[in-house]
């Protein structure tokens, strides 16, 4: 009987270890996705070391809750960055890369924008999920002037997703440039029409920035109005791999869309068959020339043939005449 009870006792502890280790294999890898769950939702922030410093100083710009891996630009920028880069120091900024937490930390240089204050440090993802951020900033010393009005008329706005129309055909195979046509769905927000709007349209590949031009749309959309613009979009010849089309309007960024161009095939091929050809000729021509070079026999005849027929005539068996048969010389 006292054997049978440590037996009992035995497997009570066993299935009580089991039934632990089971819960703590079920609620260890819940309580990191439980914590992670809310630090996904929080908004990517920024800190400054310092709120002013004067042209030519530097400050310590911190970030959380950014995206992980992801590659980031810091600029210092002037009129709150309404008109977009183009109102930053786009040539005193930094680029940083965030940890597996989502952190970073970077210094960065003051410079003077080319707009006046109010200033604001501007922090933007270049790869991945676009994600930004902007903390005020005092330069000392810096022009200071009062934010521009919103434009009364034509104030366009994106009512829905960009889209680009078109396909490839044999002669993009062949290295030809690439045509889309970016079509998208504007609305008139203010409360004049607009004629004939001015749009800026740029290509971004990789982390390169976007080179704009100019493209006009000819047409009118009425106040509260909505239309659907399309703009032509070329890139250069040979132009391949990941590309994103932008669009702007009075400096406003309105749309972004993604384009991958197929790598132009043909001109690889067309390069291996030329190759080919070239060597084919290359050889060709050299047999020639050796054939030439190649001395002949005295009598006019080429040796190696005369020397053929002497390899043959020594190879070839001696024939034994037959029974019956005279022998040659009798």
Known sequence: MRAVRYRVRDLRRSATAAVVAVLALVLIPVAPLATAAP?????????????????????????????????????????????????????????????????????LRVAEPPKPCPCVVAVATVTGRKVAAQKKFVIAGHATAPLPPEAGRGRLALLGEPGLEGT???????????????????????????????????????????????????????????????????????????????????????????????RPWGVMLFWVLLFVVVVTAAFRIGMTIVGRLRPYAP?????????????????????TPEEGEAPAGV
């Open 39 to 107: 630090a996904a939702d929080k908004k990517p922030e920024i800190t400054l070391s310092d709120s002013q410093s004067g042209a030519g100083g530097n400050v310590t710009v911190t970030g959380k809750d950014w995206p992980a891996k992801a590659l980031l630009t810091l600029l210092i920028c002037g009129q709150n960055m309404i008109g977009g880069t183009d109102s930053c120091a786009n040539a005193d900024g930094r680029a940083v890369t965030t940890d597996a937490a989502g952190t970073f930390s970077r210094k």
């Open 168 to 262: 490839s055909g044999i002669l993009n195979w062949f290295g030809a440039p690439a045509q889309r046509r970016l079509t998208v769905t504007v609305g008139n927000m203010g409360t004049e029409p607009a004629k004939n709007p001015v749009f800026e349209i740029g290509t971004a590949h990789g982390v390169v920035s976007p080179e704009w031009e100019r493209r006009q749309w000819r047409g009118v959309i009425p106040p509260g109005g909505k239309k659907q613009v399309k703009l032509l979009v070329e890139l250069p010849s040979g132009a391949h791999g990941d590309y994103v089309v932008s669009m702007k309007y009075q400096g406003r960024l309105l749309a972004e869309q993604p384009w991958g161009v197929a």
């Open 299 to 319: 009598d006019g005849r080429h040796r190696a043939k005369s020397s053929r027929r002497r390899w043959q005539q020594r190879e070839r068996p001696n024939r």
